[in-house]
């Protein structure tokens, strides 16, 4: 089955314990992006990847850093987390720009404490 | 730059009456539009997009959205709500070229019974 697979689906932590929210597509997908979603705001983008060793910053960058060393996986990173962090994010991929449909994971729920 | 505005952050309607979702894009060109369901703890699933072959686009679950150009709308409705239809609806907005998926910041629905 075509998916976006996200791990770990709930995660509550404490301010500064560093943690990874992995993302896994199995669809040969070159653009893989991470969003936000937060009560009133919508979805925001934080980091985007057009394909391998290729990323770059979306609106809401700070706080986060990303990777891209194989084409299936694009893990989010919070290196020292903050209740700012605290919000459910999503991991989508498609195979281009424009008309191309994103894909989009199931959605991890952190809590920062 | 393009936006999406989203009109109403909460609709409430009665079981069988009609569904109006008011989404406004601004953008230099007609760009390419989507509308995503999120149905509660769940990920995000295309209703339907626009790519300029038809003006009425048709989607999933008994939904439509009409593109009018001159006023840089694209709303969706449903003829009859369900039960089933309870969820967040978010407008999406992505240019030709670009990778970016920008979103409003959701219509939350709730049906009456």
């Known amino acids: 089955e075509a998916q976006v697979t996200q791990n770990p689906r709930y995660l509550i932590t404490v301010t500064g314990k560093k943690l990874t929210v992995t993302c896994s597509q199995n669809?040969?997908?070159?653009?893989m992006s991470w969003y936000r979603q937060d009560p009133g705001l919508g979805l925001r983008q934080i980091y985007y990847?057009?394909?391998?060793?290729?990323?770059d910053k979306g609106d809401v960058p700070e706080g986060y850093k990303v990777s891209r060393k194989e084409k299936r996986n694009f893990p989010l990173i919070l290196e020292s987390p903050s209740p700012n962090q605290t919000s459910l994010y999503f991991c989508?991929?498609?195979?281009?720009?424009?008309?191309?449909?994103?894909?989009f994971g199931a959605g991890s729920r952190l809590t920062v404490l | 730059a393009q936006s999406v505005t989203q009109l109403g952050s909460h609709v409430s309607v009665s079981e069988g009456a009609l569904v109006l979702l008011r989404c406004n894009y601004s953008?230099?060109?007609?760009?390419?539009l989507f509308w995503y369901v999120q149905y509660p703890n769940q990920g995000l699933q295309l209703l339907l997009k626009y790519t300029s072959a038809a003006t009425l686009v048709k989607g999933i679950n008994g939904f439509e959205a009409e593109f009018k150009k001159s006023e840089t709308s694209f709303h969706l409705t449903k003829p009859s709500a369900h039960m089933s239809d309870a969820a967040e609806y978010f407008c999406a907005v992505r240019q030709a070229n670009d990778y970016k998926l920008s979103f409003g910041a959701g219509t939350t629905v709730t049906v009456r019974a």
């Open positions: 990847s057009m394909n391998v060793e290729v990323t």
């Open positions: 953008s230099s060109v007609p760009p390419y």
């Open positions: 989508a991929s498609s195979t281009g720009a424009g008309a191309n449909v994103l894909t």
């Open positions: 669809m040969n997908h070159e653009y």
